[in-house]
Every structure is written in C-alpha cells, then in structure tokens.
C-alpha cells in the first residue's frame, strides 16, 4: 500500500525525494525539538500520480483527513471553525529548492463566518479581515486563474481612496469592503463564487500546488538549473502563525552566516507586523537582525539558540524563515543556504578549521563553476567614475551594460548581442526571464534576501539590490540617482555586486585576485579569505586527485601562464594557428605549387618558423609532456574566400583588364579544393598521406626543436599526435614517416630525438576499432569535440544556435553534449575505447583534448572511464584540478 501522507513528526531530512526540500527539513526540525507549527506532508509521490492522470490517486483524501483531524485534536479546534478557527497555509516545496517558482497559500479555513471568530478570539478586527484578504487574493490568482494585478489595483484604489500609502493604514472595515470587491472580482472573471468551504479551500489549494510544478516560470526555472521535470513537487499542510498581530510579531529571513561573503555571524532580515511574504516581496524595507535584538531580545536570543542548532546539525550554512507571534518565536523553514561562490570557499574552509567538516568534505562543498566566478576580472578600483547609487552587495561580480526597465526588453535587447542591465524597484518571480538575460540585475527595494538577491545568486549573476536612493520610474524607463543624475533606458552603467556600487558609464576591468594569485601573487589584502581558501581547496585537490591536467595552449605565453595555473604539461597543441597571418602566403604557395620542387621550397621556408614556435613551448613546458598535433584543418581553410576572388576576377574584366594571373591561380585552387562537407572531407591525417611532405616538413621541425632544447640543456618532451584517424592503417603510414624523419634529424643533429606517437581518437570507427589501433599508438588523446559531432551526426557549426535550443526545450537533452559530454553515447565510444586500448597496450596513455576536459561535470566522467589526463584551455587548468580532486572523493 503506497502512502501519500506523511506528518512532520514522522519524516526527516532523508526523505528530501519523497517530502520534497521543505517538507523533509520541517520534519527534521521538529525531529530536533526547535517550535514548527505542527503539519503534514503529500509526498511527491502523490503529485507525480496526479500530474500523470490528471486526478488524485486513490486513497490520498482519506489520508489527508486522518491527518487533518488528528492535526485539529492537538490544535483543540477545527479547520474553519466559525468561532475560532484552525488556519491552514498550503506550502508547494521541490526536492531542490526553486524560491518563488511555485505556489504557497496562506490563511485556508478562513470565510464569511470564520473571519468574524477570528477577530474575536484575536482580539484583532483589522488582522482578522486582512488575512482574509490575503486568502482571497492568493486563493483568487493561484487556485482560480484571476490575474493578481487585478487585485493590486483593487488595493491601490481602496489606498487611493482613504488618502493612504501603506497597507497598515487601512482599516478593518476597508478591509472588509475590499473582500467585497475581490470575491465580485472572482465571480465576474471565473463565473465561480470564491468557495466558503475550508475543506474545498484545502483540496483546491493542494491541487493547485501541483499544478504549479508545470508552471512557465516553475519550468523555465529548472532548465536553468538543470533540474529534472518529472521530480514533482511535495505539498505541506501547515498550521498557520501570525506575524501579523501587532508590534510584538512579526517574519523574517535569517542566514547563519553571510552568504555573500561567508563570514561569520547571524545575518538577515526583519519586518515587524508582517506576514512572511512582505518580507521577501520586498513590498517594505526591512530591518536588521541587531534591531529585532533590540525589539524583542528573548526571541531573538532563541532564534540565535535555534540557528545555531541548525548549522551544528546540518553542519553547513542554513537559511531559515521565522515568525514571531506576539512573543512566540515559530521557526517556518531551513535548508541548507544558497550561497556566492566567495562564501562557498570561505565557508568551507571555515567549517573544516572548526571541524564541523573533514577536509574532503570542505573540498566537496565547492565547485569548479564556482571557482571560475572567482577567476572572472573585476573594476579597476582606480577607474570607477561618479557613483550613481550604493546598494545592498547582493550578488558579486562585475558587469557593465545598457539599462533596460522591464523582462521584455531585457530579453530582445539581449537576443539581440546587447548586454544589459535590468533595473526594477524589486523583482519578481515574473521577472526570472529578464533576470536570466541580463549581466546585473539592479533594485531599489529589498534587502539581501530579497527576491532578487537569493535567485541572482542561485545563477551567479552580478546584483545589488535594495538601492534606496535611486527613484526608479518603470514607467518612463528610467531612474534617476540621488545626485540628480537622470538615467534612462540603453544608457550603460557598471554595476559592482561585491562592493554594491553603480557607476555611470563603463568602468575597466581588471584581473581578479583569485587570477593573481594563481599567476604567482598574493592576491590583495581584502581578498587574502577567499584567496586563501582557493589555495586550500585547490591544494587537498592535487592531493587526492587521480587524472592530471594537462592544457591546451599553441603559444609560448600560453603554455606558461597554463603551467602557473598548475597544468602539467600541453595536452593539445594545435599547429595550424602557426599557419595564419602573414605565413598564409607560404601556405598558399605550398598548395599552388605546380612542382615537387616549388612545393618543397615552400615547405622549407614554413620549416624555420614552425622550429621556432615548438621550441618556445617546449621552453615553457620543459620537462613535461607536450602533444602536437600535426595539421588537422582542410588546406582551403587557408585560402582566400571564393566569392570575393570571383567578385575580383569579375570586376577585372569588367573593367576591361586581364584578371591578376594570382587571383586566377588561386580561384582555381579554391574550385579544386572545395568540399561540400569539409569536416568530413580532406583533412586531419588525411592529408598528411595526401600532401607530399607536409607530415615530413612538421615532424622536422618538432625534431629539430627537439634536439635544440637537448643540445640547449633542457628537457624537451615532444610527442607527436595524428588527428583524425579511423584505421590503424593510416596510422602505421605516418608513423613510418616520422621514424624516418626523426632518424635524420637526430643523426645530423648528434643527439638521439624520440619523439611518442599517438593519436586523436574521434571518430566512431576509431574508438571501435581501438585495439587494433593501439598496436600503433602509444597514446590515445579523445577530441570529444569532433567524437560528438560524428557520433551523433551533428555539425557543431551549424547546430548550436538554432536548433538546439528547440532540443532543449523540449527536452531531448538537459544540455548541449557540446558542453558536457554525452555519457550514454559518446561516453560508451569512450570506455570501449579506453578498454580495448588497454588491453593491447596496457601502458597506453590516455587523455582528452576537447572542451570537455574543462567541464566539471565531464571530468568526473573522465575519472571514472579510467583516463590519464584532461587537457582543457588555460583558464580553465583550475577549474579542472579541482573538479578532478571531487571526483576522487
Ligand atoms: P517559498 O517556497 O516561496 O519560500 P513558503 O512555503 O516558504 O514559500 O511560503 C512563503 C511564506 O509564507 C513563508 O516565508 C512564510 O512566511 C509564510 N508561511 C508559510 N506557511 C506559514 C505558516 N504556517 N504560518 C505563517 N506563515 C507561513
Ligand atoms: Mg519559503
Ligand atoms: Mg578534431
């Protein structure tokens, strides 16, 4: 028999899948003693049956009601009861945490009766009749359709009418009229009276939660974050506490440490005579949690007590919503705390120093995604122009763009290659689009945990929020700073989320601290924290990590700035970016040739300057492995563009003058060469058999350079990679032409040069028939970059922008495999691969060189299939230590 319900008493933290993030911590908490309202739990279990068929499962209102009753004999009165009612708020919450996407509503039970007892028993007309319009209001727009501006207008008339900003300047009896108006609201737009039943209200509620799991922005939230669609969500039935009732109650959000900075100590926000949502709505500005000290010292000493209970229990950052209920302390929710990628560092390092955690535990708390925010440039501090605003330093970072004033524009002006800046009082959950495709998002309202601020950090954009000074006018899209200055939409302004500053115009960038302390520096002092635990993090990384990292770099300056960051070597060393600029003209003359000897003359001019680029690497890398490839692009690439050489000759003869005999040289070349599929045409090891001398040419000036650096002292550790191979017979072919070669090279040199020669395994053939190829190889590198493009059929340059994101939104894949590699498919090729090669070659060094060696979540593929090394892009030589030290955990 399935179960359905579960009470708080009942669940725990282990149960995240089933009761969902919210629900699995409120049974934790209770589980530990601290002051929830009492309540239950509908598993996800129930909303996925329900999503499914479109109805409740069998069974699931009759565990509902035993619940509720048992929860109504604690409570010693009934849900709706006319003279004294149970309230109830129905509270959506995922297995991973998506704050604001889905519903919640609040005050269930309430109606035309119960109102009247509630005002009794509280002794609170006004609150009484304005949490019925709360119930209405959310009831009317979450559960039956009605759009929740028509609501807001309906209060801003009521507000307009009595002469009054505020909502708390409202009386009962405005209050009561706007019940009126929002139940005549209802039934004008839905045809429906809003249902004075509590047990309809609770049944409609629950469902409506469900339903709000499939929600467009609920939706678009989760592609964002990789979470899956068909998790479902749970559903918490809870019994309701005021924060409402007067000076001596109210809501807020509490951290138990920064999570901008990590830092110690309680840190959050209040708001006195409120309801949990006004808090995060950021509709009024908070207070700090120093000033709830002051207020209401014996609560905040127990929210103190409570917190640190938590984070000792969780033993990481929580974050927690409150209420406090004319004196009463009520804790609502924790989990564990969103968090910057600065506080993640920090915070990790810090609870390791506390032992709360181990060092492998610290190291697992951070990410290589995090890690790259920390390497991303900041302002140059002495370049800041005239500050615009100062805000709460909601989300850091640094970013410059055009101000735009709503999600729609912010959306088409960033499709469009703008870079923007989304500017609003505060955001909303509508707002997430906007959010998305902006750099920054700016507020003048809200504080740091705030809608804005929570959900920009959640992505790791840029936010400073809570800028009180500016005057935001949506209206007229723009704001205008405390200064005077008028901004208005598309001008650029520079927003600091570490510093919580704005500036007019664009402000340079300058190379983080975390950048300069992996170049060699200590990084300044106001960063030495989080630089300090990169250090950390990055040193237990090299201490437990298996595969090695290893970069991909065509130049000197690259392949040093890649050894700083800790590469062990050049994974990847493409030769045909030595054949661009001003050596295209020797390229060109090595494909017209008309003759062996025009052709070798050629080759002998580009031999000097290959020599010169490998010993500058080699330089760099001394002592470490460095893997060349040798040419791997079709030769037309190097060639001029068809069309305009048509359009020269064209307009030549138009003119009436004979062609350049060059163009016409050329022209002809180009028709010969042209390939109408050139990725899969004449290229990679191809052309090395193809092309007289061209594997000669390069593998001399590798030996050459070779036996220079031996003949220099140094430890020069060449090895020689052919790219594009599908059978072991190509490969045998060259590797003949390189043992020839480098037996010239070293007996005219007079020092042996032995250079390893493997190759590139990307195509689908190669990786079947790896054993066979190993006889030849003595390294396998996998370019998972082509190996994705042939596995699955796809031109890389072709389908990214357009259909892929169609492939994405429906679901065929949560990412591009470009980005991360395709386990299923590619990733078998990979294993078999790696097996097969083995078992011919047991020694057989293996890496991979595509953009995956970067991507943390292919390189703990990487780790498991068994590989050797990933090679990745300079910057990214970090990132990949780390992530190879998570994946050994
Ligand atoms: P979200 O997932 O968007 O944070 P919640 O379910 O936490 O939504 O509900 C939003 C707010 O409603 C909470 O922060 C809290 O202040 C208020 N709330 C929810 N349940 C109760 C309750 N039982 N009593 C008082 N306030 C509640
Ligand atoms: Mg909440
Ligand atoms: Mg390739």
């Not at 506390?354 to 370049?383: C, H, K, N, Q, W």
């Not at 804005?452 to 800028?467: D, I, Q, S």
Request: glycine residues 10%; negative net charge.
């Amino acid at each position: 028999m399935v179960r359905y319900v579960y009470d708080f008493t009942e669940g725990g933290r282990d149960l995240a899948g089933l009761l969902g993030g919210k629900g699995s911590n409120l049974a934790e908490m209770t589980r530990l003693g601290l002051p929830v309202p009492p309540g239950f739990t509908l598993t996800t279990e129930a909303c996925r049956a329900f999503l499914a068929t479109g109805s409740e499962p069998a069974g699931l209102w009759e565990e509902v009601s035993a619940h509720l009753s048992a929860l109504e004999a604690s409570a010693g009165r009934l849900l709706g009861q006319p003279d004294d009612p149970l309230l109830l708020s129905v509270r959506s919450g995922a297995k991973f945490s998506m704050p604001g996407m889905m519903e919640t509503i609040l005050d269930i039970g309430l109606n035309d009766d119960s109102v009247l007892g509630l005002a009794k028993v509280s002794g609170g007309e006004r609150f009484a009749w304005d949490s019925y319009r709360r119930l209405v209001q959310m009831f009317g727009s979450t559960v039956m359709g009605v759009d929740s501006a028509s609501f807001e207008r309906s209060l801003a008339a009521m507000k307009d009418l009595r002469g009054v900003r505020d909502d708390v300047h409202l009386t009962a009896s405005d209050l009561a009229e706007l019940v009126e108006t929002y139940k005549e609201l209802i039934r004008l737009e839905t045809g429906e009276h809003f249902p004075q039943s509590p047990a309809e209200q609770l049944r409609r509620a629950v469902l409506a939660v469900f339903e709000s799991w499939n929600g467009e922005r609920a939706r678009l939230y989760r592609r964002r974050e990789h979470i899956a669609d068909d998790l479902g969500t749970a559903v918490n039935v809870q019994r309701m506490v005021f924060g409402n009732l007067g000076a001596d109650s109210g809501s807020g959000v509490a951290f138990t440490r920064d999570p901008a900075t990590g830092r110690p100590g309680l840190y959050g926000d209040y708001l006195p005579d409120a309801q949990g949502e006004d808090v995060v709505a950021g509709i009024r500005n908070t207070v700090s949690l120093s000033e709830l000290a002051r207020l209401d010292p014996e609560s905040y000493a127990r929210l103190r007590a409570h917190t640190e209970t938590l984070e000792r229990h969780y033993r990481d950052l929580c974050d927690i919503e409150f209420t406090i209920e004319r004196g009463t302390l009520w804790m609502l929710q924790t989990r564990v705390g969103k968090r910057t990628a600065e506080a993640a560092f920090v915070l990790a390092a810090e609870l390791a120093d506390e032992g709360l955690i181990t060092p492998d535990e610290a190291l697992a708390r951070v990410s290589g995604e995090g890690l790259a925010r920390l390497m991303f440039p900041r302002f140059d501090a002495s370049a800041t122009g005239a500050v615009l605003a100062r805000g709460v330093p909601a989300s850091p970072g640094a970013a410059v763009g055009a101000v735009v004033f709503d999600t729609t524009r912010a959306v088409r002006r960033a499709a469009a290659g703008e870079k923007v800046v989304l500017v609003r009082q505060e955001t909303t959950p509508d707002d997430l689009p906007g959010m998305i495709a902006a750099q920054a998002v700016l507020t003048s309202r809200g504080g740091k945990t705030s809608h804005a601020a929570v959900v920009a950090r959640g992505m790791g954009k840029v936010c400073v929020c809570g800028a009180e000074e500016l005057a935001v006018d949506t209206g007229a899209r723009r704001f205008t700073a405390a200064d005077g200055t008028v901004v208005e939409e598309g001008a650029v302004v520079s927003v600091d989320g570490s510093a919580g500053a704005v500036y007019a115009g664009p402000v340079p960038l300058v190379d983080s601290a975390v950048i300069r302390y992996l170049e060699g520096g200590r990084g300044d002092e106001g960063a030495r924290g989080v630089v300090d635990a990169v250090a950390r993090a990055l040193s237990r990384a090299d201490a437990v990590r298996r595969l090695e990292v290893r970069a991909n770099a065509d130049t000197p300056e690259d392949a040093a700035r890649a050894r700083r960051f800790g590469a062990r070597g050049v994974g990847l060393c493409r030769t045909e970016h030595m054949f661009l600029g001003e050596r295209r003209k020797l390229v060109e003359q090595m494909i017209l040739a008309g003759t062996d000897a025009e052709r070798d003359r050629a080759l002998a001019d580009l031999l000097p300057l290959q020599r010169r680029d490998f010993t500058g690497i080699l330089e760099a890398m001394d002592g470490l492995p460095v893997t060349i490839r040798l040419l791997d692009p079709p030769l037309h690439e190097f060639l001029p563009d068809h069309t305009d050489l048509a359009v020269r000759i064209a307009a030549a003869e138009a003119r009436g003058e004979e062609p350049d005999a060059h163009d016409v040289d050329l022209l002809s070349a180009v028709n010969r060469m042209h390939e109408e599929n050139p990725m899969l045409g004449l290229r990679g090891v191809r052309l090395g058999l193809v092309v007289p001398g061209l594997v000669a040419m390069q593998v001399r000036a590798i030996g050459e350079a070779v036996a220079g650096r031996l003949l220099a002292g140094g430890a020069p550790r060449a090895e020689i990679m052919v790219p594009l191979v599908g059978d072991v017979r190509e490969l045998r072919l060259v590797r003949e032409e390189v043992r020839r070669v480098l037996a010239d090279v070293s007996r005219a040199a007079g020092v042996t040069v032995d250079c390893p020669v493997g190759t590139m395994i990307e195509l689908p053939r190669a990786a079947l028939t790896a054993g066979r190829i190993a006889e030849e190889a003595e390294f396998f590198s996998f370019g998972t970059n082509d190996l994705t493009q042939t596995t699955w059929g796809f031109s890389r340059d072709d389908v990214e922008a357009e259909f892929f994101s169609a492939y994405l939104d429906k679901g065929v894949f949560p990412v591009s495999p470009f980005e991360t590699l395709d386990r299923d498919g590619v990733g078998r090729l990979v294993s078999l691969a790696v097996a097969e090669g083995r078992a011919t070659r047991p020694d057989l060094t293996i890496g991979v060189c595509g953009e995956h060696g970067g991507d943390p979540d292919s390189v703990h593929f990487f780790h498991t299939a068994g590989l050797d090394y990933v090679s990745c892009s300079p910057f990214r030589v970090p990132v990949a230590r780390l992530e190879a030290g998570r994946a050994a955990l």
